[in-house]
Every structure is written in structure tokens, then in C-alpha cells.
């Protein structure tokens, strides 16, 4: 059972333009929702999070636009860049309580920026 | 810093032989994790640990067992290896809801 479904798989996006990558959950029990990048032959990193008492949240050229109602968020990559190339992983979180501190990922997305 | 650190980087192993993966981490996290990583499945977490002396299950714990006997290391443990368990493995420590992940162990079993 995915409890973070993910797409699309992959995406390939012209440099200059708005990468879009969309998550959708069940579980509204989840209060955190991070995005990971991964780069090739290396662990993914934290690159931008939202919890849900705010609809936007931006950091540079990486905006995530979360829809409580609607249980769903996405990643929106503007400007995109040839070293956005990457795979990005969606996550969600439960609220905070010791000993539930795990995050459930999605499948990911292959992104590649081309020239 | 270091921050996460996982030894080896890569393994064969035939199956039904036996092996350690070991993730050091130097932030003094509490929390630790174990992921494997599969085409088309994203990360699945198979054990994580909340302090030392403490593990749990995950999602996928069937034919894995970890140890934290140290603050600093978690292990992961394979008692008869099987194809299933090609994979990549990624170990975490996490603080305030950041995960940071090691570089990964790709493992291969024959």
C-alpha cells in the first residue's frame, strides 16, 4: 500500500522552464512533508519542506504548493537548470510523537533538464 | 564532519552467506534509519531506531535485523542473503524532522 503516490515517474523539462512534480496522500495524520533530491550515486538531501498550516512555501527557485483539502502538494522547479538533473523524492510525516518518527516516501521522479 | 557514514560501499554476496552493514553517524542524532532503495518502489524503510538500546520495524523488516548498541552506529544485519535483497541500502540519522542520508551501500546477491 503507497501511502505517498508520486508522478510523474520521470519528466524531462527544457532548460528555462517550470518543473512540476505532484504528490498525493491518505493519511491525514501526516503534518510534515518534505522534498529530497538525489543526485546520482548519492543519498538524497533535504531541499525544501511545508507543514500544513501554510498553502506555499518558496525558497529560491523551488516552490511546494500544498492543497489540504485535497490531500496533495507538489514541487515546482522554475527556471530549471541542466544541475536540476536529479531524481526528487516526495515524504510525509506523522505528527511528532516519540518513537513515530519515520518518514514514508514516494516512488520518485526522474527529472532531466535539457539544454 | 562526516555526518553519515556507511561501510562498505559495495558488496557481492552469494546467496544464503551472511554480512553486516554498518552506519556511523558523528551529529549525535537520536534517530536512525535503515531504507532500501528499488527501481520504481522509492524508499522503503526497513528498521529504524529511536535511541540506543531500541530498534523497530519498518515496512519491509522481513530477513533484516539491526543492532544499536552505540549511540553513533546502527547496524544491519542479513543472517541468508537472497536475490530479493539486491538492492541499494541507505542508512539516516535524522534531528527536527532532517533526515541525512548516507551515501549508500549497493548490495548484490548471486
Known amino acids: 500500500q503507497q501511502q505517498v503516490k508520486q508522478s510523474p515517474q520521470s519528466l524531462i523539462v527544457q532548460k528555462g522552464g517550470i518543473s512540476i512534480i505532484n504528490c498525493a496522500y491518505e493519511n491525514t495524520a501526516f503534518d510534515y512533508f518534505p522534498w529530497y533530491q538525489q543526485f546520482p550515486g548519492k543519498g538524497p538531501a533535504l531541499l525544501i519542506a511545508?507543514?500544513?498550516?501554510?498553502s506555499e512555501k518558496k525558497e529560491g527557485r523551488f516552490t511546494i504548493s500544498f492543497n489540504k483539502s485535497a490531500k496533495q502538494f507538489s514541487l515546482h522547479i522554475m527556471d530549471s537548470q541542466p544541475g536540476d538533473s536529479a531524481t526528487y523524492f516526495c515524504a510525509a510525516k506523522v505528527k511528532s510523537n516519540f518513537g513515530n518518527e519515520k518518514l514514508t516516501f514516494g516512488t520518485g521522479t526522474r527529472l532531466t533538464i535539457i539544454p | 564532519n562526516a555526518g553519515v557514514t556507511q561501510t562498505p560501499k559495495f558488496r557481492v554476496l552469494k546467496t544464503g552467506q551472511s554480512m553486516t552493514l554498518l552506519c556511523a553517524q558523528d551529529m549525535n542524532h537520536e534517530y536512525m534509519y535503515w531504507y532500501r532503495q528499488d527501481p520504481g518502489m522509492g524508499l522503503r524503510l526497513i528498521h529504524y531506531s529511536v535511541g540506543e538500546g531500541t530498534t523497530a520495524k519498518g515496512e519491509v523488516p522481513d530477513g533484516y535485523n539491526v543492532s544499536r548498541l552505540k549511540k553513533q552506529n546502527f547496524l544491519l544485519g542479513l543472517e541468508s542473503a537472497a536475490p530479493s535483497q539486491t538492492s541499494v541500502y541507505f542508512c539516516a540519522s535524522s534531528y527536527l524532522d532532517r533526515a541525512f542520508f548516507g551515501q549508500g551501500t549497493r548490495l548484490t546477491v548471486v
Open positions: 511545508i507543514r500544513p498550516d501554510v
